[in-house]
């Protein structure tokens, strides 16, 4: 019933920029955090930057000052501008948000498919 969708992935040479996208669709009541997660080659999914309903943010020490988390609540959409690429950011990136689809339902987890961001010369 809920999908999220990843979109702005691909290949980016070191010291460029790429944005992504995540779009929740379906049934929603209510979205919670957000948060962008990546997985590298042969390491585990890590937490990159979360954001929380009311704008509040957190972000690992890695991306902070690179990275920058955003929301638009009313497009059920967030995003993730990536400054100042590393080789070593290169992983799957996948959308991950905490969401109730009724006032009466428990929040569940939603996880999107994910998007390959290379970042190489």
């Known amino acids: 019933q809920v999908q999220l969708v990843e979109s702005g992935g691909g290949l980016v040479q070191p010291g460029g920029s790429l944005r992504l996208s995540c779009a929740a669709s379906?049934?929603?009541?209510?979205?919670?955090?957000m948060d962008w997660y990546r997985q590298g080659p042969g390491k585990e999914r890590e937490l990159v930057a979360r954001?929380?309903?009311?704008?509040?943010?957190d972000y690992d020490g890695s991306v902070k000052g690179r990275f920058t988390i955003s929301r638009d609540n009313a497009k059920n959409t967030v995003y993730l501008q990536m400054n100042s690429l590393k080789p070593e950011d290169t992983a799957v990136y996948y959308c991950?948000?905490?969401?109730?689809?009724?006032?009466?339902?428990?929040?569940?987890?939603?996880w999107g498919q994910g998007t390959q961001v290379t970042v190489s010369s």
């Open positions: 379906g049934s929603i009541f209510s979205i919670g955090a």
């Open positions: 991950h948000a905490v969401i109730s689809l009724a006032p009466t339902t428990p929040w569940a987890h939603y």
């Open positions: 954001i929380f309903t009311g704008g509040s943010t």
